[in-house]
């Protein structure tokens, strides 16, 4: 009898001896385990709040070092292409040339500057492609040929206006290498282009012509005596010893957009594309599509004395490379007469500089 209230006994402590085991694995006497407490709707929002800060804070460090990466892609294709036209010139004696043969040079005579003629024999770009590391392009051309301008002959199955250079496109201009020209194809375009200096242009221009001389709008007579910068329009580039202010104080190659220019859209190939000038402030608005494009002056066709001005999508300036191979940044406020200086080759202001 002993025995079983002995038992009994044991049976009905067990209750108070598992309150204690569980009281001291930090759980309750109706469990072993106690489920833990989730985060409360306040705990969750503020995390949320906390990463979502710590995004908006990383977000433009990274944005900044992307475009970091992409104009020091962009100022490193100017400062190739400048090495490009240097040797260039140490094997032809000038500077590459827009190669229209339209007329016999100097000339004021009229001449076409449609596509698929015969005796446009390519842009300056097309000049410099063996100084480019691009002769798998250059020596497929034929430029002794009287029925087939450049443009349209086939290098390795393709015409040759069709082929994109990525270097010759800046990373920041996000577009896909390829324009629409007038004549509804579509084409390969660049977004370097020589420089014609304070040449005289029009309708637009602010500073076209500052220094009296550059009388021919756009260099178009092809002579030295009327045209401003190093690279004009047409048969005209300089060669160094007429760089009389000095290879290193003068613009040779400078950023362009073909959303805001009608001209570039014709391609890197076209004698009637790439020649730009500083007769308005960089970065001038005429930008198709964009805020503040599409009418007066601000316009990418017809308004040229603006519409033919370095642009690029950097914020506050654009790159460019002078004729000493150096490459330099502009800013867009930088001092008109200034720049007009940098442009022409022969204004003669020994203190002309870039830095700003």
């Known amino acids: 009898m002993r025995t079983s209230t002995s038992s009994c006994s044991c049976f009905y402590s067990w209750p108070r001896s598992r ?19 989730g985060f409360t709707l306040v705990e969750l929002l503020v995390v949320i709040a906390i990463i979502g800060t710590l995004v908006g804070l990383l977000l433009p460090a990274v944005q900044a070092a992307r475009e970091a990466a992409r104009r020091s892609t962009c100022s490193n294709n100017l400062k190739q292409l400048g090495l490009a036209a240097l ?30 003629d015969p005796k446009h024999k390519g842009s300056f770009l097309v000049c410099m492609l063996p100084f480019m590391e691009r002769n798998d392009l250059y020596s497929g051309l ?21 082929y994109v250079l990525k270097e010759l496109i800046c990373p920041t ?19 370097y282009s020589g420089s014609i200096g304070s040449q005289a242009n029009s309708p637009c221009a602010t500073h076209g012509n500052y220094f009296g001389w550059a009388t021919s709008t756009r260099g178009d007579a092809g002579q ?3 045209t401003s910068g190093v690279i004009g329009h047409r048969w005209y580039s300089a060669k160094l010893r007429e760089i009389t202010d000095g290879t290193s104080k003068t613009l040779l190659f400078g950023e362009v957009r073909p959303q805001c220019e009608w001209h570039l859209r014709k391609g890197w190939v076209h004698v009637n594309a790439y020649y730009t ?10 930008c198709e599509g964009e805020p503040g494009a599409g009418s007066g002056c601000n316009t990418y066709s017809g308004s040229w004395g603006a519409s033919q001005g370095f642009k ?14 150096s490459v330099t940044f502009l800013t867009e406020t930088i001092d008109m007469v200034l720049y007009q200086a940098l442009g022409d080759r022969r204004d003669g202001r020994a203190n002309a500089t870039t830095e700003q």
């Open 19 to 37: 309150g204690r085991v569980a009281r001291a694995l930090g759980g309750s006497p109706q469990g072993l385990v106690q489920p833990r407490a």
């Open 87 to 116: 040797n260039y010139v140490d094997a032809n004696g000038k500077l590459p040339w827009n190669r229209n043969e339209t007329a016999a040079a100097p000339s004021t005579s009229p001449y076409p500057w449609n596509f698929n």
């Open 142 to 162: 034929n430029f002794t040929a009287e029925t087939q301008d450049i443009e349209n002959q086939l290098v390795g199955g393709k015409a040759l206006y069709t």
């Open 173 to 191: 201009d996000d577009h896909k290498g390829t324009f629409v020209a007038d004549n509804n194809e579509t084409r390969a375009v660049a977004n």
């Open 224 to 226: 030295a005596a009327t």
């Open 277 to 286: 000038g500083t007769q308005i402030a960089i970065n001038f608005n005429t």
């Open 312 to 325: 690029s999508k950097h914020s506050g300036g654009a790159t460019f490379a002078l004729c000493d191979g």
